[in-house]
């Protein structure tokens, strides 16, 4: 054995010092639940060992270091959380197992995201490198990041689920295998597909290109990434219709994509089909030059209007702060009321926009 191994483990046990064994431990059996599976010596105790809620204590009399804390989480907790101190010191939080979803208030702002040679990429879970695309979070109510894994061959990634009200991964450049809950075989996202991962949808990354990149959108920007230790992938089901959580699982095959025109003269869009899938509570759509665009002044009332710049060049021009020339990889989000333009497309643009509501409104200003 090398200075650095341990031997194999058999349990693990959290000690809690106390000074008064006699009057913690009824309180962690009576009052917590807790049981007894040692207590020692029998003439004068101070260590008793008890377990329950998945974790193993050791109560130990004159044992160094802080009391600490214990949080239990409670199905159904009702009011709000709850907190309780232990005859040793340690806190007991008693907190909501299955929190609603914090919806944090949104904070509008128009948001430019530039590529450029000099863009940054975090180093991310599994590998991944994020680039953020609004810093702002919009007050924490949407992130936006552009996800790039240099290297081909498998992804060191688990089955895990999302607590999310919205999340949708597209496709930019290369191709990943992912596999989803009760959604058959692994599937093969390539450049211009997209998938919307529902609440909760068990998944997991299996392997990729190299040069992989994909733009992924959530909401809100900061939720739980939980692992599921027991779900194997795939799980040998096929249920295209099954709701998880009021919405159903989207895999846009762009090779199968139909053209229709766009909300803006001249362009032409493929709908990803994420508005039927989620009731109208979100839209996506990547949208082409079709004809000859003209300047066109609009506004908007969504609450998140974002676009990212898949192919071509274009201009961005929104009131009160000028003009700015985006190219691939840059991004921008317009917010509600403000009267912008996108002029001088080059022939090859393509855009992704991704809008909620889906269903929103844009109106033509006379320029």
Not at 12 to 27: S, W
Request: hydrophobic share 40%.
């Amino acid at each position: 054995m090398t200075t650095d191994a341990i031997p194999q483990v058999e349990t693990a046990e959290i000690v809690l010092p106390c000074t008064e064994l006699d009057k913690t431990l009824p309180f962690f059996q009576n009052k917590l639940g807790f049981r007894v599976d040692a207590i020692f010596p029998a003439d004068d105790p101070a260590v008793a060992v008890v377990s329950g809620h998945g974790v193993r204590l050791r109560l130990e009399r004159g044992a160094e270091g802080e009391p600490g804390a214990l949080r239990l989480l409670c199905p159904d907790l009702a009011g709000d959380a709850k907190e309780l101190v232990a005859p040793n010191g340690t806190r007991i939080e008693l907190v909501d197992a299955d929190p609603p979803l914090d919806i944090p208030p949104l904070k509008e702002s128009l948001v430019i995201a530039r590529m450029g040679a000099d863009a940054e990429f975090g180093a991310g879970r599994a590998g991944m490198g994020y680039r953020d695309l609004i810093p702002g979070r919009l007050g924490g109510r949407f992130i936006a990041s552009h996800i790039r894994i240099p290297d081909a061959g498998p992804v060191p990634d688990n089955v895990h689920f999302h607590k999310v009200r919205f999340q949708m991964i597209y496709c930019y450049k290369g191709w990943v295998k992912v596999a989803y809950e009760d959604q058959g075989e692994p599937m093969l996202m390539k450049a211009g597909d997209c998938f919307l991962q529902p609440p909760e949808i068990r998944h997991r990354v299996l392997e990729c290109s190299a040069g992989l990149e994909v733009v992924e959108i959530g909401c809100p920007a900061d939720h739980m990434t939980c692992l599921d230790h027991d779900m194997p992938l795939p799980t040998g089901k096929t249920l295209p219709d099954r709701d998880y959580g009021g919405q159903r699982f989207v895999f846009h095959q762009a090779e199968k994509a139909e053209w229709a025109p766009w909300r803006l003269d001249g362009f032409e869009a493929r709908d990803i089909g994420i508005s039927a899938a989620t009731d109208g509570l979100a839209g996506v759509k990547v949208a082409r030059i079709s004809g000859t665009p003209a300047p066109q002044v609009s506004t908007h009332d969504a609450e998140f209007l974002f676009n990212f710049v898949l192919e071509g060049r274009v201009t961005l021009r929104a009131e009160g702060h000028g003009a700015t020339e985006l190219e691939p990889g840059d991004s921008f989000v317009v917010p509600s009321g403000l009267n912008h333009a996108l002029v001088d497309p080059t022939g090859d643009l393509e855009l992704l926009e991704v809008a909620l509501p889906g269903g929103f409104a844009t109106t033509r200003v006379d320029a």
